[in-house]
């Protein structure tokens, strides 16, 4: 069978970690198809208003020219609907001078933010609340020993691991629980890229001080979580379809649920500069630990109901704490579409069907919305309430699914 290539646009994980190494590093750093989406140009905007020069005028190059001596000494910050920025973002400001205002929308204001606040402020800064909005003063960074609960999000872990050699002592960051760890690869492999010397040994983490050098030039793989909707329409159709440029060295974890689909019976092969899935006649139930790739969540809940026996997804209790409680919107949209679906804390099972037309509640959750534009593919009638909640991490989305299916059709 034919497939077909979908350009996946570039990975927000990397892209977001990139922009802070960059404004924080020594020289002028240039990103190579970064992703161009709200997530990220809010990073971007928020970067430029803490004094840092980033250049997103070609969306093929950004360009930053780094501030080693740290951001302006006042700045009033909004990050939008992005949580990387929200949190990534108050570490580079702590390790400055000055006064800093931070804020974001009211999906992201009601996301935890406490347990890195809490400990930028062992640290040595000082933050008047608990949860965004706040104003946090700076004196620099002194460094030193930290015990963190990384259970709800690895991105606390990455935020202080970041500001790590801009502090003046160096960190060392003892981590109790951890979910969606391979995030933390990815952050480990970009902060060396930038020069930072970071080791880790089990659940101890040592990061030098030092601060950071720029590469150069840094080229941006494909999104995997965003590829997941892409392999999922291939695995749910029966059809072939390949992404381009995300390959066996990719450090996003997102990219396991390749084999998820592959357990589920599809045909799956993952190369050096490419994956392709092709869908079985059809898909087999499945129970799935999807702890650290809890964003992909989503897409495997809706494509379960077309599995010949259920699908139980568990050990995904932080998908509640997302930009909304996914677990029960997929359960709640999925029971809308007269799909079977029983839930635990943090656990969800879908019992085979065919699901019915119906509206979708995409609580204004880009996953939720992609995620059942998959499952549309082979329901007639399933409606979003909100498609362009997609903007913040994938905004060509409907274009490229649509682009996608009229090329197998075309192949046929």
């Known amino acids: 069978m034919v497939a077909t290539a979908v350009p996946v646009p570039g990975s927000k994980s990397i892209t977001n970690r990139a922009l802070f190494l960059a404004a924080a590093a020594q020289?002028?750093?240039?990103?190579?198809?970064?992703?161009?989406?709200?997530?990220?140009?809010?990073?971007?905007?928020?970067?430029n208003r803490l004094g840092y020069a980033v250049s997103t005028a070609d969306p093929d190059r950004w360009e930053i020219v780094g501030r080693p001596a740290g951001p302006a000494p006042k700045a009033e910050v909004h990050t939008r609907d992005g949580a990387t920025g929200a949190?990534?973002?108050?570490?580079?400001?702590?390790?400055?001078?000055?006064?800093y205002r931070f804020d974001a929308s009211e999906q992201m204001r009601r996301r935890p933010i406490a347990p890195l606040l809490d400990a930028l402020r062992q640290l040595g800064a000082r933050i008047d609340g608990d949860r965004i909005p706040y104003t946090l003063y700076a004196d620099g960074l002194t460094g030193g020993e930290l015990t963190?609960?990384?259970?709800?999000?690895?991105?606390?872990?990455?935020?202080?691991?970041?500001?790590?050699?801009?502090?003046?002592?160096?960190?060392?960051?003892k981590v109790t629980?951890?979910?969606?760890?391979?995030?933390?690869?990815?952050t480990l492999r970009l902060m060396r890229t930038f020069g930072a010397t970071v080791e880790r040994a089990g659940d101890i983490f040592r990061v030098e001080p030092g601060g950071y050098i720029s590469p150069g030039t840094l080229d941006i793989e494909p999104d995997a979580s965003t590829a997941s909707y892409f392999l999922a329409a291939a695995a749910l159709t029966g059809r072939t379809v390949t992404v381009p440029g995300l390959g066996v060295d990719s450090p996003q974890g997102d990219l396991g649920f390749a084999n998820v689909l592959a357990d589920m019976g599809a045909d799956v092969c993952i190369q050096a500069d490419a994956v392709t899935v092709t869908g079985p006649e059809r898909l087999a139930g499945i129970t799935v630990d999807m702890h650290?790739?809890?964003?992909?969540?989503?897409?495997?809940?809706?494509?379960?109901?077309?599995?010949?026996?259920?699908?139980?997804?568990?050990?995904?209790?932080?998908?509640?704490?997302?930009?909304?409680d996914r677990l029960e919107a997929c359960a709640v949209n999925l029971r809308t579409l007269g799909v079977p679906v029983t839930t635990g804390d943090d656990w969800i099972e879908i019992s085979p069907a065919q699901p019915i037309g119906?509206?979708?509640?995409?609580?204004?959750?880009?996953?939720?919305?992609?995620?059942?534009?998959?499952?549309?593919l082979r329901a007639p009638g399933v409606e979003l309430d909100d498609p362009e909640c997609v903007i913040k991490t994938c905004p060509d989305f409907h274009e490229l699914l649509t682009g996608l299916i009229e090329s197998w059709e075309r192949a046929q």
């Open 292 to 324: 650290h790739m809890s964003d992909t969540m989503p897409t495997l809940a809706a494509i379960a109901p077309y599995a010949t026996g259920p699908v139980r997804i568990e050990n995904i209790h932080n998908t509640r704490v997302k930009e909304c």
């Open 148 to 173: 963190l609960d990384a259970g709800v999000s690895s991105q606390y872990l990455t935020a202080l691991l970041l500001a790590g050699p801009l502090t003046r002592e160096g960190l060392t960051i």
């Open 177 to 186: 629980r951890l979910v969606s760890a391979p995030y933390i690869e990815i």
């Open 87 to 99: 949190r990534f973002l108050p570490g580079l400001a702590a390790a400055g001078y000055g006064v």
């Open 27 to 47: 020289g002028r750093t240039v990103l190579r198809r970064p992703l161009v989406a709200d997530d990220t140009e809010a990073c971007a905007e928020a970067l």
């Open 358 to 376: 119906g509206r979708v509640e995409t609580m204004r959750d880009h996953r939720i919305a992609m995620a059942f534009s998959v499952l549309g």
